[in-house]
């Protein structure tokens, strides 16, 4: 994903100002999806307004734009949208840290698999939460479509928090063979 993208995505369901566009990424989209802050939305901005994707709509006091998507724009998004994603350079730290597990003691590993277990725990309560404030939400519409999208990070912690219990319980029954091995 890109902030190019991700901001055409957001003044596509609706005009906002670089103010209201930080506070998206403040709040489920940066804690979910895609982090940044103002110091790359207002940049981001002019260079879209520049390229004829995104336009100024308003101007307020103290130079604050509002900003709204072009058709170009709404093109741009629904071809990026619309293509698969390219199989990029793979960089996911979650991943990368359970390939050096191995470089841990058994016990610290567990520390760490029981930290993924707990705080994936609280992700899917969180998740599940949201999705039961707005069960009433129509499938499409920003609304609609923010609860597929928590839907599916809904998913991704169950998912992720089945693997933690697993390995957990592996972990758990290699070192009780281990010591019982040891201590016949």
Avoid: C
């Avoid at 930080?22 to 979910?32: H, S, V």
């Avoid at 072009?70 to 350079?89: F, N």
């Avoid at 840290?97 to 760490?112: K, T, Y």
């Avoid at 309560?125 to 009433?136: C, V």
């Amino acid at each position: 994903m890109s902030l190019p993208h991700a901001l055409l995505g957001l003044l596509a369901v609706r005009p906002r100002s670089g103010y209201e566009l930080t506070k998206a990424f403040e709040r489920d989209l940066g804690r979910y999806a895609w982090q940044a802050g103002h110091t790359s939305i207002y940049p981001e901005l002019n260079r879209l307004a520049g390229a004829g994707l995104a336009e100024v709509t308003h101007e307020g006091p103290r130079g604050a734009r509002t900003y709204a998507v072009t058709p170009a724009g709404r093109a741009e998004l629904r071809t990026w949208l619309l293509t698969p994603p390219k199989q990029a350079k793979v960089r996911n730290e979650q991943v990368l840290r359970m390939f050096l597990l191995s470089a841990l003691d058994p016990a610290d590993a567990l520390v760490v698999l029981r930290r993924i277990a707990e705080s994936t725990d609280q992700g899917v309560t969180e998740l599940r939460k949201i999705r039961e404030e707005h069960a009433a939400a129509p499938v499409t519409g920003a609304e609609g479509f923010g609860q597929l999208a928590a839907e599916y990070g809904l998913r991704q912690y169950e998912a992720v928090r089945g693997w933690a219990h697993w390995a957990i319980e592996r972990l758990e029954r290699e070192q009780g063979a281990d010591g019982a091995a040891e201590n016949p």
